[in-house]
């Protein structure tokens, strides 16, 4: 049975309906939520990175440039790799940068 | 035109979080054609329209990104000359035995102020295009997927922009074909060693050694948006597109690998000698230049990389 989950974010207060055979990036923009980065939705590019606070889940593989060993033993995952097997409470530590290209002229 | 020295991009070689995932990405989504395995559990493939082994490497590793890329050079008398020019100019140099890559010959391989290493090479196998050189029919059956026809370029990100610049128009022999300019500040490059629009792109950013894509050739722009109802019939995630480009008028879609390394498919309608002027993009324009359409940046496409 497909299970559905409450992913919560901490950051903005902003929760979302997750399954389990979804992760946690595509459960929060499948009705527009946000408040996680969204990226390359598979592993590696790192902009989705969150401390998951409370909840199981699984991690699939992603790109150890962004989350370490160490730093996935402490829960720490990116969103994009996140499989919920409970609710789930979370805090957003990825970001999407900025690019200026207009330094120049202002 | 007779090209001499570098005659196109030969091989990218990707790492990849996972073997199986990704050649079936690769093949099944985009058609390339997988043509040998090595001892290393590195996969070749090919795409249908090039005659030689392999365009396209993976690798398996911790972290997705480009491992490098290498450039195709038309006699062992210019890969001399060539490797001198590097040597030259202060990069590290070193050769690469041949069969190191399966089916590839003796590389010179190179480090660059970007921080990406590239090779040039003379010698690959031939594979084949899938339909004989005496009276070919235009293309052969069995393709999958959007079809790629020809793996054609990539795009780089990396700091130093002036340093590799002056690397592939100096030593390589490349010239600056499109740029984006802002005052003094050169912030994207787009260098051909050929009649395309551009063989090789770097764009200015803070980390060394990034690849922002690596690009696929399709024919027309009807194959481009059939490429597009692939990408959502396979749930495959999308970056940008369909659109046009403004610099190197490029009808384009982007979209991510399983590793998240990615690619674009497009066609192009543009082509350049080397008398042709350089073209110029201003950052009050940069929306039109990428998205000729829509005219809007896109932080995600601009900044997204592995």
Request: net charge negative.
């Amino acid at each position: 049975m497909n299970k559905k989950y409450t992913v919560l974010v901490t950051d903005n207060n902003e929760s979302f309906a997750c399954y389990a055979n979804e992760n946690l990036l595509k459960g929060m923009t499948r009705l527009g939520h946000k408040g996680i980065p969204v990226g390359c939705r598979n592993g590696g590019c790192g902009v989705c990175k969150v401390q998951i606070k409370s909840g199981e889940y699984e991690a699939k593989i992603m790109s150890r440039e962004h989350v370490s060993v160490a730093e996935e033993s402490e829960g720490i995952a990116l969103a994009c790799r996140v499989f919920p097997k409970s609710d789930i409470e979370l805090s957003v530590l990825g970001k999407m940068k900025q690019k200026d290209f207009f330094a120049s002229i202002s | 035109m007779a090209i001499t020295g570098v005659m196109r991009p030969g091989h990218v070689m990707l790492n990849v979080l996972d073997i199986d995932e990704s050649v079936k990405h690769y093949c099944e989504n985009m058609g390339l054609i997988e043509t040998d395995r090595d001892k290393q559990g590195r996969v070749y493939l090919k795409c249908w329209d090039e005659h030689d082994w392999f365009s396209v490497v993976l690798q398996k590793n911790d972290s997705p990104g480009m491992d490098h890329m290498a450039f195709k050079v038309d006699t062992q008398e210019s890969l001399l000359r060539l490797e001198a020019n590097l040597k030259e100019f202060g990069c590290n140099v070193e050769r690469v035995a041949a069969g190191e890559l399966n089916h590839c010959g003796e590389r010179v391989r190179f480090d660059s102020p970007t921080g990406h290493t590239f090779e040039i090479y003379v010698e690959k196998d031939v594979y084949g295009n899938g339909l004989p050189t005496t009276n070919p029919a235009p293309w052969p059956e069995g393709l999958k997927g959007m079809q790629a026809v020809r793996f054609d370029h990539c795009l780089l990100y990396g700091d130093d922009l002036d340093g590799s610049v002056k690397l592939f128009t100096e030593a390589l022999e490349f010239d600056v074909a499109e740029q984006v300019v802002d005052g003094e500040l050169q912030i994207a490059a787009f260098l051909s060693c050929s009649h395309k629009a551009h063989d090789i792109a770097f764009i200015r950013h803070e980390e060394k050694n990034k690849i922002h894509h690596a690009s696929f050739m399709l024919n027309t722009w009807e194959n481009v948006l059939r490429a597009a109802d692939i990408i959502s019939m396979k749930d495959i995630p999308l970056d940008i597109g369909p659109t046009r480009h403004g610099l190197t008028r490029g009808q384009t879609i982007y979209f991510f690998d399983p590793s998240g390394n990615r690619n674009e498919v497009f066609c192009e309608d543009s082509y350049r000698y080397p008398d042709s002027p350089v073209l110029t993009w201003t950052p009050d324009h940069l929306g039109q230049a990428i998205f000729y359409h829509s005219r809007e940046l896109n932080d995600r496409f601009l900044n997204v990389v592995t």
